[in-house]
């Protein structure tokens, strides 16, 4: 039962973070035309110089009219022409870019979000939906990241699961003392003793051993008792996530060495093993010897 709830914890926080990342791109800051307009500065403060911008490139004031821009476009198209630049390698992506960036001046509706960039500045962050778009990881990266983001999943899983089971071992001794007290006279009601709760609609005996210990009989023919105590349960670490066991498995072994790690949790389980009284096993009884009902 706790594997399946375990289960499916994790594999909903694995749906909860494929939406989140879903959703997280469409939010975002900047619109597809500031982002044209970001590759843009870039590149010509790159090839031209960092105080280069549209208008002073062109050779135009940030004032100038429709008229003033077209031409000063037809003067730079023939000046910078790939034909008639033929040794020049960088003349058909300056002419190229020369194209582009006029036709933002000419949208009105572009070439003001390009002004509010050239009075404020263009900004240095301009969101994970443009950083991913330019600037892709690669696979060892790709692999890093969803190694990363396994680990938070798996250790919050682990901190869910150790406080469920916690809140578990008590619920089940409170439910334990409350049928000791409807059972009891008046006023004389136990804090420790035998008494009985109710697992996956299921009457079992148990025996309240202090206020975070509980021992559960499913069955007095077969199965052993069952050992609730929550300091007990293990609570989860940092180092027990995979991306820090794996490694350090893997290290002690090539040593030829034991973990330490293991070795502690290993000693812990068996003080806890032998902490615990054993079922007695019953006589062995002779042929043909009458068979006693211990049970009056």
Known sequence: MARIKKRSLISLLTVLFIVLATLVPKVKAWTETDFEIFDLVDALEKAEGKDTNFYNWLGVSPSATQGEISKAYRKLSLKWHPDKNKNDPKAKERFARLGVIVSILRDPTKRERYNFFYKNGVPRWRGTGYLYSRFRPGLGTVIILLCLIASVMQY??????????????????EDARAQMVANAPKGRAPSLGKS?????QRVMRC???????????????????????????????IEDVFIISLPRRLFYKL???????????????EEIEESVPKKKAAPVRKRGAPKVNKYK
Request: glycine letters at 6%; charged letters at 30%; hydrophobic letters at 30%.
């Open 207 to 237: 025996e309240v051993k202090g206020d975070h210990y509980l021992i559960v009989y499913p069955n007095e023919n077969s199965q052993q008792p069952i050992h609730l105590n929550v300091e007990w349960v293990k609570r989860p670490t």
């Open 255 to 269: 040593l030829g060495k034991k973990d330490t790690t293991e070795q502690d949790e290993k000693e812990t389980k």
């Open 156 to 173: 919050i899983a682990g901190q869910v699961n150790y406080r469920q089971e916690v809140r578990r071992i008590i619920r089940f001794v």
């Open 196 to 200: 009985f709760i109710e697992v996956g």
